[in-house]
Nanobody
């Protein structure tokens, strides 16, 4: 069984910063891509950033230059450093990872989400 646990969300004023963490635990043989998604009230879940096992990164246009994704493979952990936060960044942030849980078997896993609220 594999779990993803996010932490680091909270309430911050516009222009502030937060750092999210996502730790994967359980039956993990290998982790491919890891990513962060977010869902604002009344909107669909959208991609924020992804990072490959080789640390290649991809960002939504709306966060480029403000957010940075990183990972620590030894700790099975991904991070999202969010700077210059805007009220439109408010939402529930979800961690996602593609994990090999037994030889040759890959699944996509999601965390439970962490709330980020940016006040104006």
């Amino acid at each position: 069984q594999v779990q993803l646990v996010e932490s680091g969300g909270g309430l911050v004023q516009a222009g502030g910063s937060l750092r999210l963490s996502c730790e994967a635990s359980g039956s993990i043989l290998s982790i491919n891509n890891m990513g962060w998604y977010r869902q604002a009230p009344g909107k669909q879940r959208e991609l924020v950033a992804t990072i490959s096992s080789g640390s290649s990164t991809n960002y939504a246009d709306s966060v480029k230059g403000r957010f940075a994704i990183a990972r620590d493979n030894a700790k099975n952990t991904a991070y999202l450093q969010m700077n210059g936060l805007k009220p439109e960044d408010t939402g529930v942030y979800y961690c996602n990872a593609i994990i090999m849980w037994r030889v040759g078997a890959w699944n996509t896993y999601w965390g439970q989400g962490t709330q980020v609220t940016v006040s104006s």
